[in-house]
């Protein structure tokens, strides 16, 4: 089955410094890779997820790549503000395989 | 649009007791899902269901697990007897897609077992 590993499990950045967050999949059949921001006591929600046919995805801020080849994929966020700060969980499925997530990354934004 | 609905949203038992937990997703959304979610850790898929059919229930301790989804809309998840390694928060998420589309996550329950 699959099986997703994120790096690191803490992450402390600078304000306005760049973050990034990376994740390895095992199952090759995998075509879909949701990340989700979790803050403190609230529910996980999707911020930005790419499909296998695009290598790179940008939405303001937030980046994501793509690597199917070496099966790993990573977020990058430019310019971190203090509401940043956050668990983020990357996540791999495809349409005839579970959505398995990560264990997390606790980003902390240091003012 | 009304989101995930869960409840209750907190819940204290004893060990060997029972609980359950219920959830509404949003409406027209095929797929359901309910994963575990332990302190510090990543949501672990128990059960998924695409209408009201089990995809997948390889994670779901059935011996003292059971989820059902009448009618394909609200969905229970039931422990009986509850450990203490139950405690955790329970997220319930529904998607338009199978396993290829946004979840869309409830606030959650959270279990503590004394």
């Known amino acids: 089955g699959e099986n997703v590993e994120q790096h690191p499990s803490t992450l402390s950045v600078q304000e306005g410094d760049s973050a990034v967050i990376k994740c390895t999949y095992s199952?090759?059949?995998?075509?879909?890779f949701p990340w989700y921001k979790q803050e403190l006591g609230k529910r996980p929600q999707l911020i930005i997820d790419i499909r296998s046919n695009v290598g790179e995805k940008k939405d303001q801020r937030i980046a994501v790549t793509l690597n199917k080849t070496a099966k790993h994929f990573s977020l990058h966020i430019t310019e971190t503000q203090p509401e940043d700060s956050a668990v983020y969980f990357c996540a791999a499925g495809s349409s005839a395989s579970k959505i398995i997530f990560g264990s997390g990354t606790r980003l902390s934004i240091r003012p | 649009e009304a989101g995930v609905a869960q409840s209750p949203r907190y819940k204290i038992i004893e060990k060997r007791q029972s609980v359950a937990f219920w959830c509404n997703p949003i409406?027209?959304?095929?797929?359901l899902y309910w994963y575990q979610q332990i302190l510090g850790q990543g949501p672990k898929l128990l059960i998924q269901?695409?209408?009201?059919?089990?995809?997948?229930d390889s994670q779901l301790p059935k011996d003292r697990f059971s989820a059902e989804r009448l009618k394909g809309v609200d969905s229970t998840l039931k422990i009986q007897p509850a450990k203490l390694e139950d405690s955790a928060v329970y997220l319930c998420?529904?998607?338009?897609?199978?396993?290829?589309?946004?979840?869309?996550f409830g606030e959650g329950s959270r279990l503590t077992v004394l």
């Open positions: 998420a529904s998607s338009w897609d199978l396993n290829t589309g946004e979840l869309f």
């Open positions: 269901f695409q209408n009201n059919g089990v995809v997948d």
């Open positions: 199952d090759s059949a995998s075509n879909y």
């Open positions: 409406s027209g959304h095929a797929t």
